[in-house]
């Protein structure tokens, strides 16, 4: 099975990092790391490529930087991984990622993409949706476990309630939710290789589009205005006279929890 | 797994930014050792050292990530450089020393001497599954009366045909209850010997040690040899004399140069977040000039550890580490890891003294750390030895 599995580099969020005043664009640092949401997908691509004899290819839109999220993606045992990095795709929203990525995962080739729900940094939800659309295979989407059927996939998908069981025919692809496996530690055999593992790097040329199709030029969306998370209130503070829980049950109402 | 905090930049830890002497690899192996201690070891290493113990298997946890004889190429090794070695053992450390003493004698002390002095077939037979934590290793050359003189050991192996027979004690062993092989160090007439002794052979037994008040998360052990009769083979071709246990050790103490710096780090860490949050007379207790000096003082010893460390590993890597460097960095990174867990204890007042905190269990721990792999003081006439030319040992 090739398996194409869409991580994201981002700034590690264990270090403040800033936005452009002027952009309102991530100010990304040359060491990113991965995604910690992504680990899950490369951990499922890597279960079904050893138990499918498959390979397991990594695709990323993002400024390379040190490469070092990539890195521990590959030492984890993703066998290739391919860059997308091209100063004109600055500014790009998330349809226009999703093009890109679905271009450079079709030019590869693939039975399976797989992606996190919904990045750290971004959190917008919609690139595998949308990858899927653009490659034309179904999605099978918040996965918490997944089973390779005959010919095809059958996961979990994680409701409000519970789950469903969805599945569908290769090729197709698969968003994972964290905790769908346990990741793997990255293997200091498998850091050492990931240096000499190939990592192709394209343009948004390379795929097919001009400077007009991708970045700011091509984005429906824009940031209008940015403003720091406000600091938080004191809160409420209940003293107990044994009547205490009244206060908090009457609270709880009102906020429609209970 | 739950992301850890990972250094970069001007973080307290990180103040002279060693980091950017380190290359992308070494810091990819120390950031995976880190958050397996933060996943594996943290949560539950209050838990072990209150009650004496260590999870047989955490060596195979260990083993699957490359921990086990990590700089040790071929059968089953992962093959790293020294620095990322040294930098594991910060990490294991800053989790707790007898953690970190787990994979020191597993890989220094056990496995070292197989790889470097051993046959062809021995490092075949026992390398690959003690790589890979099936086989846990332990490390016997101390004695009840031969301690930082090992050259006094009474234990002797004598040949009887072929065989070897082999009888003695030995003391303060770390794994010897939960070792499936013993490397023993003994008398021959050729000299000192080193024997792969598996732990089911007649004649062997291993009497933990309990009662300690350090190195708790760890296991210590008399090992007694009563008569024990092992093959020709078992015997190890490749050196005679003091310097093949001496070769183990100087492998095992580069891991402890760097090892303490971990224990001293989290001790600091400790102190530094505990004195910002807590007030006394009205303000934080790090608004006080006689903490801010403690935590500064704590923070240059842990910087300049670290800084020492690496430049060690750099010389190791290169070939021209020389013992007695070693014996520098040991001397002088556990005592001033030892200090600085002192001062963090203080630091803490009352909750310094609990389990709630690491401070104390590094504190504990760092006595055993002082002690083993040559005292401070035996590292000091070393030292003393190689500036005067005069030796001072009796
Ligand atoms: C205003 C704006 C400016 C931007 N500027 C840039 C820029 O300058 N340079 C640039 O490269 N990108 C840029 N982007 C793209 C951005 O970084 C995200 O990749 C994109 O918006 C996807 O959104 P998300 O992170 O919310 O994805 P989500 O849909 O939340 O992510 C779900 C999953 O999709 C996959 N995925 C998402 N993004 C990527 C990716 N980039 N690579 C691989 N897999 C991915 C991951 O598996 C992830 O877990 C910009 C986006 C916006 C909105
Ligand atoms: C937790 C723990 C684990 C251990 N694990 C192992 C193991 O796996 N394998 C193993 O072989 N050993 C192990 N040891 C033993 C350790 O290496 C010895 O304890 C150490 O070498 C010191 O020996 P000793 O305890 O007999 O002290 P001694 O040698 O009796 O020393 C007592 C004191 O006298 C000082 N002293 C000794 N000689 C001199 C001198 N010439 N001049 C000045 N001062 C001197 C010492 O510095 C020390 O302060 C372990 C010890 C501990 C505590």
Redesign the pocket.
């Given at each position: 099975m090739r398996i194409a599995?869409?991580?994201?580099?981002?700034p590690d969020p264990a270090t403040p990092y800033d936005l452009d005043p002027v952009?309102?664009?991530?100010v990304?640092p040359n060491d990113q790391v991965l995604?910690d949401?992504?680990r899950f997908?490369v951990e499922v691509g890597l279960q079904l490529a050893e138990a499918s004899e498959g390979t397991v290819t990594l695709?990323?839109?993002?400024?390379s930087g040190s490469l070092q999220g990539i890195r521990q993606a590959l030492a984890m045992g993703a066998d290739k991984a391919v860059i997308?990095?091209?100063e004109n795709?600055?500014?790009?929203?998330?349809l226009?990622?999703?093009r890109?990525?679905a271009a450079a995962i079709e030019r590869e080739g693939f039975d399976l993409v797989?992606?996190?729900?919904?990045?750290?940094?971004?959190?917008?939800?919609?690139?595998?949706?949308?990858?899927a659309e653009l490659v034309d295979v179904p999605s099978l989407t918040f996965a918490r476990k997944v089973e390779v059927t005959d010919g095809g996939i059958r996961i979990e998908q994680q409701t409000a309630g519970g789950y469903d069981v969805v599945e569908a025919p290769l090729p197709a692809l698969l968003?994972v939710t964290s905790g769908v496996v346990e990741p793997r530690y990255p293997t200091f055999k498998g850091i050492m290789q990931a240096k000499k593992k190939p990592i192709d790097t394209l343009t948004a040329e390379d795929l097919g589009f001009s400077a007009d199709q991708v970045?700011?030029a091509a984005?429906g969306?824009?940031?209008t205005s940015v403003e720091p998370i406000p600091a938080r209130e004191a809160g409420e503070i209940v003293e107990d006279d044994g009547e205490g829980y009244l206060k908090i049950v009457a609270l709880l109402e009102q906020v429609k929890v209970i | 797994m739950s992301s850890t905090i990972r250094p970069g930049g001007e973080t307290p830890n990180d103040f002279l930014q060693i980091d950017s002497l380190l290359d992308d690899e070494e810091r990819l192996i120390r950031d995976t050792v880190r958050e397996f201690v933060g996943d594996r070891v943290l949560p539950n290493v209050a838990e072990w050292f209150e009650s004496g113990y260590l999870p047989k298997e955490l060596a195979r946890e260990m083993g699957a990530i490359g921990l086990l004889g990590m700089h040790l190429d071929g059968y089953g090794c992962a093959g790293t450089n020294a620095v990322s070695y040294g930098l594991a053992c910060t990490e294991l450390e800053a989790g707790d020393s007898g953690v970190r003493s787990f994979v020191s004698v597993q890989g220094s002390l056990a496995m070292y001497p197989i790889w470097a002095f051993g046959s062809e077939e021995q490092k075949q037979q026992w390398l690959p599954g003690m790589a890979s934590g099936e086989i846990i290793g332990c490390f016997g050359l101390t004695e009840p009366d031969a301690g930082s003189d090992p050259g006094a050991m009474r234990t002797r192996a004598r040949r009887d045909g072929d065989d070897w027979v082999i009888d003695g004690t030995k003391m303060w062993i770390t794994n010897g209850g939960i070792a499936d092989v013993a490397v023993v160090w003994a008398q021959t007439d050729e000299g000192i010997r080193g024997f792969i002794v598996p732990t089911d052979t007649p004649g062997f037994t291993a009497n933990d040690i309990h009662h300690k008040l350090s190195l708790r998360a760890s296991i210590t052990s008399e090992l007694v040899l009563d008569g024990v009769r092992l093959p020709a083979d078992a015997a190890l071709p490749g050196v005679v004399g003091l310097k093949g246990p001496l070769s183990c050790l100087n492998e095992a103490r580069f891991g402890i140069l760097f090892g303490a710096v971990g224990a001293g780090r989290a001790s600091y860490e400790a102190a530094l977040t505990y004195a910002k949050e807590r007030v006394q007379f009205g303000h934080p207790i790090a608004s006080y000039q006689l903490t801010q000096r403690k935590l500064v003082e704590m923070m240059v010893k842990v910087n300049k550890g670290m800084l020492l460390s690496v430049h060690l590993g750099r010389k190791h890597d290169d070939g021209t580490l020389t013992a007695e460097q070693i014996s520098f960095g040991k001397m002088e990174n556990v005592r001033d890891a030892l200090e600085v867990a002192r001062e963090a204890r203080s630091i803490l007042g009352a909750n310094g003294i609990t389990l709630d905190y690491p401070v104390i269990r590094h504190m504990n721990n760092l006595e055993s750390v002082i002690t083993y792999e040559g005292t401070n003081e035996v590292h000091t006439l070393v030292l003393g030895h190689a500036i005067t030319g005069i030796p001072a040992f009796n």
């Amino acid at each position: 099975m090739r398996i194409a599995v869409c991580v994201k580099q981002i700034p590690d969020p264990a270090t403040p990092y800033d936005l452009d005043p002027v952009t309102h664009r991530v100010v990304r640092p040359n060491d990113q790391v991965l995604d910690d949401t992504d680990r899950f997908g490369v951990e499922v691509g890597l279960q079904l490529a050893e138990a499918s004899e498959g390979t397991v290819t990594l695709f990323s839109m993002s400024p390379s930087g040190s490469l070092q999220g990539i890195r521990q993606a590959l030492a984890m045992g993703a066998d290739k991984a391919v860059i997308i990095d091209d100063e004109n795709l600055a500014g790009s929203d998330a349809l226009t990622t999703s093009r890109v990525l679905a271009a450079a995962i079709e030019r590869e080739g693939f039975d399976l993409v797989i992606a996190g729900t919904e990045s750290t940094d971004g959190y917008t939800g919609v690139v595998p949706q949308q990858i899927a659309e653009l490659v034309d295979v179904p999605s099978l989407t918040f996965a918490r476990k997944v089973e390779v059927t005959d010919g095809g996939i059958r996961i979990e998908q994680q409701t409000a309630g519970g789950y469903d069981v969805v599945e569908a025919p290769l090729p197709a692809l698969l968003s994972v939710t964290s905790g769908v496996v346990e990741p793997r530690y990255p293997t200091f055999k498998g850091i050492m290789q990931a240096k000499k593992k190939p990592i192709d790097t394209l343009t948004a040329e390379d795929l097919g589009f001009s400077a007009d199709q991708v970045g700011e030029a091509a984005a429906g969306q824009t940031i209008t205005s940015v403003e720091p998370i406000p600091a938080r209130e004191a809160g409420e503070i209940v003293e107990d006279d044994g009547e205490g829980y009244l206060k908090i049950v009457a609270l709880l109402e009102q906020v429609k929890v209970i | 797994m739950s992301s850890t905090i990972r250094p970069g930049g001007e973080t307290p830890n990180d103040f002279l930014q060693i980091d950017s002497l380190l290359d992308d690899e070494e810091r990819l192996i120390r950031d995976t050792v880190r958050e397996f201690v933060g996943d594996r070891v943290l949560p539950n290493v209050a838990e072990w050292f209150e009650s004496g113990y260590l999870p047989k298997e955490l060596a195979r946890e260990m083993g699957a990530i490359g921990l086990l004889g990590m700089h040790l190429d071929g059968y089953g090794c992962a093959g790293t450089n020294a620095v990322s070695y040294g930098l594991a053992c910060t990490e294991l450390e800053a989790g707790d020393s007898g953690v970190r003493s787990f994979v020191s004698v597993q890989g220094s002390l056990a496995m070292y001497p197989i790889w470097a002095f051993g046959s062809e077939e021995q490092k075949q037979q026992w390398l690959p599954g003690m790589a890979s934590g099936e086989i846990i290793g332990c490390f016997g050359l101390t004695e009840p009366d031969a301690g930082s003189d090992p050259g006094a050991m009474r234990t002797r192996a004598r040949r009887d045909g072929d065989d070897w027979v082999i009888d003695g004690t030995k003391m303060w062993i770390t794994n010897g209850g939960i070792a499936d092989v013993a490397v023993v160090w003994a008398q021959t007439d050729e000299g000192i010997r080193g024997f792969i002794v598996p732990t089911d052979t007649p004649g062997f037994t291993a009497n933990d040690i309990h009662h300690k008040l350090s190195l708790r998360a760890s296991i210590t052990s008399e090992l007694v040899l009563d008569g024990v009769r092992l093959p020709a083979d078992a015997a190890l071709p490749g050196v005679v004399g003091l310097k093949g246990p001496l070769s183990c050790l100087n492998e095992a103490r580069f891991g402890i140069l760097f090892g303490a710096v971990g224990a001293g780090r989290a001790s600091y860490e400790a102190a530094l977040t505990y004195a910002k949050e807590r007030v006394q007379f009205g303000h934080p207790i790090a608004s006080y000039q006689l903490t801010q000096r403690k935590l500064v003082e704590m923070m240059v010893k842990v910087n300049k550890g670290m800084l020492l460390s690496v430049h060690l590993g750099r010389k190791h890597d290169d070939g021209t580490l020389t013992a007695e460097q070693i014996s520098f960095g040991k001397m002088e990174n556990v005592r001033d890891a030892l200090e600085v867990a002192r001062e963090a204890r203080s630091i803490l007042g009352a909750n310094g003294i609990t389990l709630d905190y690491p401070v104390i269990r590094h504190m504990n721990n760092l006595e055993s750390v002082i002690t083993y792999e040559g005292t401070n003081e035996v590292h000091t006439l070393v030292l003393g030895h190689a500036i005067t030319g005069i030796p001072a040992f009796n």
